[in-house]
């Protein structure tokens, strides 16, 4: 029984994470900037089909997302059917080819991401991994898979199996052997598969992410497409900046922008954010119905620019108010200015350049306008839009 087998797992563990140069080697040839592509849970959640997969790629393609770096059509829950006799998992009737579908994706110039559990059950209750975790990573690869999300889900009932008392060391250890035990898998296949963790910030993830393999990790509970939702996971990212970098990336969720939810404004607040944060990039919504104004925050390559910064240092945050500034190869620095407050006058924030590393005077872009704004000395003021954001690129 597997329940039994995990009664040795710290020293499982120890083996595990002591296998760190060849996984440590395939991490890092993978996600050396944030992973950008869409995924189908927030829009589309148990719903998504094939062809609503096949319409993502084709507007991936015909929006101009992928060739401003939108490049992983990641499916998530609710793909997966029964097991057959000899335990290969199968897609259910709404995936009626996964190889066919991630030829399709790939013959459109992009990567193909798919979704399961280390738990016995994914959270949708659809099948997950466990017990069967080489066998999964090796369908995967002969798909063509490019990227796996894993989430947590029903383990947790594993967990509780194993250790009623529910003492969260232990259940930190058996998650990360549950996490290292997939990394290893996918490593068996030698395809370059980008591996996204989805524990929700469980056992500070972000201090251990990287042994276990990981490319990204969620840092928190789930997302939905509402400002306070949006706001609160965001802002609450302060602190994590040094545990992220290339290849090892903090994931506060996915993008809703374009989704309903928020206004503009606020829709500009979560991609400036998140490209602030050094954050994965994928996009939530339905792209076969983008308005101008979706289109013209998911590509804004000046922003975009921002997020997939070569150097991959996450932003840190001065304040309250809510400025945010990002180190940018070249010396350049992006500085975020938040108007975080929804119900009040707007008022005037001002920028101290030397708060954000700066004496002198510096050049100026506004990344939200496209605009040049000159050379600033000492401050910078600028009203922003409540809920919003302004958005600045400074060099010498
Ligand atoms: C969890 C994850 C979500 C999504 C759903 C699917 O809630 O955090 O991102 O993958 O499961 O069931």
Known sequence: MRILALLTLPALVGV????????????????????????????????????????????????????????????????????????????????????????????????????????????????????????????????????????????ENVIKLHD????????????????????????????????????????????????VGANLWRTTDDISDHYRSMALIGFSQAGLEKFSGPGHWNDPDMLEVGNGGMNPDQYRTQMSLWSMLAAPLLAGNDLSKMDETTKSILMNKEVIAVDQDKLGIQASRLGPPQIWVRPLSGGAKAVAIFNYVTDDEVEPLTLRLKDVGFTGSVHARDLWAHKDLGILNGTYTVFVPQGGVVMLRLWK
């Open 16 to 155: 595990l994470l002591s296998a760190a140069p060849t996984q440590a080697a395939q991490t890092q040839a993978v996600a050396q900037t944030p992973p950008m592509g869409w995924n189908s849970w927030n829009h589309f959640a148990e719903k998504v089909d094939d062809a609503d997969v096949r319409a993502a790629a084709d507007a991936l393609v015909s929006s101009g997302m992928r060739d401003a770096g939108y490049v992983y059509v990641n499916v998530d829950d609710s793909w997966e059917g029964q097991r057959d006799a000899l335990g290969n998992i199968q897609t259910n009737s709404k995936f009626p080819d996964m190889k066919a579908l991630a030829d399709y994706v790939h013959s459109k110039g992009l990567k193909f991401g798919i979704y399961s559990s280390p738990g016995p059950k994914t959270c949708g209750g659809y099948e997950g991994s466990y017990g069967h975790e080489q066998q999964d990573a090796n369908t995967y690869a002969s798909w063509g898979v490019d990227y796996l999300k894993y989430d947590l889900c029903s383990f």
């Open 164 to 211: 009623p008392q529910q003492d969260p060391q232990k259940a930190v250890a058996m998650i990360q052997e549950a996490y290292a035990r997939m990394h290893q898998a996918l490593v068996n296949t030698h395809r370059p598969i980008v591996y996204s963790l989805c524990q929700y910030g469980v056992g500070n993830v972000w201090e251990w992410g990287p042994k």
